[in-house]
């Protein structure tokens, strides 16, 4: 299943709303939490994550991996975290339209 | 202390890590998958085989990541310089808070010089340089002529003329004429009559300067043809005087009596080509006639030139390609109408360059550059002080700046550094500059300028004058920055500390000498201009006029503007003296075709006496002054009558034809003999008058004028002008007989509209062609000169007490061995003076050849003027020396030991 537009950013900032994770992790928690419904590309995730750093609201550290190897960790700004409150409740609203949509009868009410 | 090259260097690496970083998150990422794969099984091969498929393609997305950095980067870099400058400036302004002395003699330095070149600029700017606003002004030409008599171009165009040029559709596409008149104007039929000065103006005068109505319409050719009684006001005239009433259009406006119907209100600010003076309203030329019923009909008359002609281009017209038409038409029309005399010549100019040739006075030009100069100067002497105030500071902060360059600052940052100090301090200037120049502004437009009808021009600082000064401030700040950045460049550092204090070295010193030797010069230049008009004051002062001004007040009373022919006219004269004598503080009246000191002092003659006639194949006479004068006319004005005897009320109509002549008329006729009983005419033809008289050569139309002829006839004889003067002397203060004075030439004749009331003593001290322009030239010289001078003391001072500082060991080591403390004072005196007395000689030498320009406004005084060159040199070596002491004494106190130690 292709990604929305734009779903991409709110996984993402989901994904870093529990702990910091590094770009692996994110691709993994994306993967696990939408029971690899989705096909992302891993290589578009990077892009993505820099654009999100760019705005502030995510930041970057780097860090051990469980393995001890060296890894960038992303963890939410404040700014982020309100990013991500916002993107929720657009996406929310969004969905439930369609869905109203989607359930009401095929003819226009008169 | 942020530093370049550290900097370039942590840039460099912080790129660099960038690149490895993402590259090894890519990595990471990769190998992560990878390894999951291999756990559940797969061949290690084969995972990183689809480790690298699922990631996609690597490059691609290092790629897109660069881009993202990039722009990162730029947005970093540009906030790195704006910090950086921000720097500078905290660290500019820190820098001149830290020494006060030298900011506030900088900035000073420059504010005057702006202040003063803005405030000259903002007065000369609009009456001669400023375009007119109106489309395409650059295609306008105005056209004017000369004769005989008059070497100024003046409006001497005739209206059949004009037609003519006006039908060169080659040369112009537009031409229209214009004269300025002066009317009785009654706002109602029966209000206080006054004074106004309006144009007239011929058809195609609003459509030329293609500009639209304020209010109704603007006069087109048809008011013109049917001579309609219209007119146009002025957008000033109609503010002042209607309040801005639209609904005025329709009712009427009374000149010389006459209702004429106001049909529309021009442009703001509109007044044609005229600067000087502004109108106050527009009537169309064919109105004449029936304005002055008395004069002639200039629409019609080929031999009455008193028009001034605007015209625009052609497309591919020259100026001189219409010079040369005009030539070869004023040659037709001197055969056409012998009346417009032998040396009528027609001549163009484009606009702005008319302003200084055409209807002004002639000396506006040489004022006005003149102006220009000195303000120039005194903005000189402060650009270059504060130069070398910066310069010195410079060379003061070496061991600072040295010591920061071995430390590895870069020179393009400690450049950049000096500039932001050199333009904050510029920006000082230039506030400071600012509020002078509004200051000096706001003086020179109080400054009473007497002058009976509005003045056209006003002191304005706008972006355009200040524009031009902030830019010169500016300009000579970024030099005076640029001048002690480019010392520091391309020197090696370790001479550079070698050096030591002797740092920028003898050719510093040198630049800074001479920067010091030009402004002692330019300081040379205005005071030599001050102390010639403060001489020429003091000449004037004591001309001997040959007038008794004080108790005499004068007033025009012009018949014309009533509409009287000479008849009614001598009639109401007759009452008005009548009148005025009847009045307890009068003691004597007399009436004149002109007064002393005004432009209206006698119209040119020719003097042809009985003797010398038949030998004058020329047919050329003496030129000569000639005016018509009631018989009080001599005790009046306290003028004594050397010989002969005054007129008398017996000479009028029906008596001889008799003339009195000054001294200089009489030795001009008949050398080394009594004139007394002689004959001579004013021209072949003319009458013959006879001598009964010989009054002291005085002054007539200007103060400075050399001795000139002058022939006065009785008032009912004489030329037929019926604009005339009334001379009244009274006991008491003049000024407050002006009411009582008005009150009976308004119960002589209620018609009539006298003129503005002065004293003669105003005109001879506060006139035009009195005292006014040696006084203003005086104040204004006077306070460039206080300036300059000023500017002086402190570029003198700086120099001087800098070099003390510099040779602070020298000094010491001379104590040391011996030298008295006269001796140091001596040698550092004798330096200043050396300085001082080169700029004041290549200063005297510039000023004897710029003032013989300014000869023409002078009185009295030849413009090489031993005494005022002396004064100034002498008062500038004093000053030299004052400035000088403080530095020396400083010196010769010094304490030996400590001065050795010092550095």
Redesign the interface.
């Known amino acids: 299943m292709e990604l929305l537009r734009g779903t991409l950013d709110l996984l993402i900032l989901r994904s870093l709303s529990h702990e910091p994770l ?3 992790g994110v ?1 993994r928690w994306i993967e696990e939490a939408t029971g690899q419904a989705l096909a992302i ?4 995730l ?2 993505a994550l ?2 999100l750093e ?1 705005r502030g609201w995510v930041e970057s550290d ?1 860090g051990r ?1 469980a393995n001890n ?4 960790y992303y963890h939410l700004t404040a700014r982020g975290r309100a990013q991500l409150k916002t993107e929720v409740r657009h996406f929310t609203d969004f969905a439930k339209a369609v869905f109203r949509a989607l359930e009401a009868p095929a003819v226009a009410p008169s | 202390v942020s530093d370049d090259r550290r900097w370039r260097r942590y840039w460099r690496a912080l790129c660099a890590r960038f690149g490895r ?1 993402v590259d ?3 990595r ?2 990769v190998e ?2 990878a390894s999951e794969l291999a756990e559940k099984g797969m061949d290690p091969e084969a995972a990183a085989r689809e480790a690298e498929r ?5 490059r ?2 290092r790629r ?2 660069d881009r ?2 990039r ?2 980067r730029g947005l970093l870099r540009f906030g790195f310089l704006l910090e950086e400058l921000w720097q500078d400036i905290r660290y500019g302004i820190r820098g001149l808070l830290h020494r006060p002395s030298f900011t506030i003699a900088a900035a000073s330095s420059l504010a005057l010089g702006i202040g003063a070149t803005t405030a000259v600029l903002a007065i000369v700017d609009p009456l001669l340089f400023r375009s007119l606003g109106v489309p395409a002004a650059d295609e306008l030409v105005v056209i004017g002529a000369v004769n005989k008599s008059v070497h100024v171009v003046a409006p001497l165009v005739s209206v059949p003329a004009g037609r003519e040029l006006a039908a060169r559709g080659d040369l112009f596409t537009d031409v229209a004429l214009m004269r300025m008149q002066i009317g009785a104007v009654r706002l109602t039929g029966s209000g206080q009559g006054e004074r106004r000065l309006f144009f007239f103006v011929s058809g195609r005068y609003f459509p030329l300067f293609r500009v639209r109505p304020a209010a109704g319409r603007l006069l087109i050719d048809d008011d013109d043809r049917r001579k309609a009684p219209v007119v146009v006001l002025a957008h000033r005239f109609w503010k002042e005087a209607y309040r801005a009433d639209p609904m005025v259009i329709g009712r009427p406006l009374y000149v010389n009596g006459l209702p004429l119907t106001i049909v529309g209100v021009a442009p703001p600010g509109f007044q044609g080509v005229e600067h000087l003076v502004a109108a106050d309203f527009f009537v169309p030329i064919g109105v004449e006639s029936v304005v002055w019923p008395t004069g002639r009909d200039s629409g019609e008359c080929p031999a009455c030139p008193n028009f001034q002609v605007i015209a625009r281009r052609a497309g591919g017209r020259s100026v001189a390609d219409i010079q040369r038409v005009l030539d070869v038409e004023s040659r037709r029309m001197i055969h056409d109408v012998p009346d417009l005399g032998e040396g009528y010549r027609l001549l163009a100019f484009p606009e702005p360059a008319a302003r200084l040739t055409i209807a002004a006075a002639s000396t506006l030009g040489t004022v006005g550059t003149m102006f220009l100069g000195l303000a120039g100067l005194v903005l000189l002497a402060g650009s270059v002080n504060a130069t070398n105030l910066v310069l010195t500071r410079a060379s003061s902060r070496k061991t600072e700046l040295n010591l920061r360059l071995a430390l590895g600052a870069s020179r393009g940052r400690l450049a950049r550094q000096l500039l932001t100090e050199n333009v904050v301090l510029a920006l000082v200037g230039l506030a400071g500059g600012y509020v002078l120049a509004w200051l000096l502004a706001v003086w020179l437009e109080r400054l009473p300028i007497p002058f009976d009808f509005p003045l056209g021009w006003h002191v304005a600082i706008d972006r355009r004058t200040f524009g031009f000064g902030a830019a010169i401030a500016v300009g000579s700040g970024l030099l005076a920055g640029l001048g002690p950045a480019l010392l520091y460049s391309g020197r090696d550092v370790q001479r550079r500390l070698r050096e030591g204090r002797g740092g920028v070295g003898r050719g510093g010193e040198r630049v800074r000498s001479a920067l010091v030797l030009g402004q002692v010069a330019a300081s040379v230049v205005v005071l030599v201009f001050a102390g010639l008009f403060v001489s020429s004051i003091r000449q004037a002062e004591a001309i001997d006029t040959g007038l008794v001004g004080d108790q005499v007040v004068t007033m025009g009373i012009d018949a014309t503007l009533a509409r009287y022919d000479r008849a009614k006219a001598l009639l109401a004269y007759d009452r008005i003296e009548r009148e005025l004598k009847s009045l307890p503080m009068v003691t004597n009246v007399a009436l004149t075709t002109g007064i002393p000191l005004s432009p209206s002092m006698g119209i040119t003659v020719s003097l042809y006496s009985d003797e010398t006639i038949a030998d004058r194949r020329t047919g050329d006479g003496i030129g000569s002054l000639a005016a018509s004068v009631g018989p009080d006319y001599f005790t009046t004005m306290g003028i004594p009558i050397l010989e002969g005897r005054a007129f008398r009320l017996e000479d009028d109509r029906a008596g001889a034809r008799v003339a009195i002549v000054n001294q200089r008329a009489a030795e001009l006729m008949w050398p080394g003999r009594s004139p007394i009983g002689r004959r001579f005419r004013l021209g072949p033809g003319e009458p013959f008058l006879e001598v009964v008289g010989i009054a002291k050569t005085g002054r007539y139309i200007l103060i400075g004028e050399s001795p000139t002829p002058f022939v006065y006839q009785p008032f009912k004889q004489g030329i037929d002008d019926l604009d005339a003067f009334v001379a009244v002397k009274v006991r008491g203060e003049p000024e407050l007989a002006f009411g009582a004075l008005r009150a009976a030439v308004d119960r002589a004749d209620p018609s009539l509209v006298p003129s503005k009331l002065t004293t003669l003593r105003t005109r001879i001290d506060d006139g035009f062609n009195g005292l006014l322009p040696v006084r203003l030239g005086a104040v204004i010289a006077s306070l460039a000169g206080v300036l300059a001078l000023l500017l002086t003391v402190v570029g003198l001072y700086g120099l001087i007490a800098y070099g003390v500082a510099q040779r602070t060991r020298e000094i010491g080591v001379r104590i040391a061995l011996g030298a008295s403390p006269g001796a140091v004072v001596g040698g550092i005196l004798g330096q200043g003076a050396r300085l001082a007395g080169a700029g004041i000689v290549v200063g005297l030498a510039v000023a004897v050849l710029v003032t013989r320009k300014a000869a023409g406004l002078l009185i009295g005084v030849p413009t090489t003027n031993p005494a005022v060159l002396g004064a100034v040199a002498l008062a500038l070596l004093g000053v030299a020396l004052g400035s000088a002491f403080l530095p020396a004494r400083r010196a010769a106190r010094l304490d030996a030991t400590q001065a050795l130690r010092s550095d």
């Open positions: 590094h770009g692996y691709m590309e891993e290589g578009s990077y892009p820099y654009r760019d780097w991996s190897r060296r890894a960038r | 970083d090894e998150e890519l990471f990422h992560m998958r699922r990631f996609g393609n690597r691609e997305v897109r990541l993202i950095e722009r990162r």
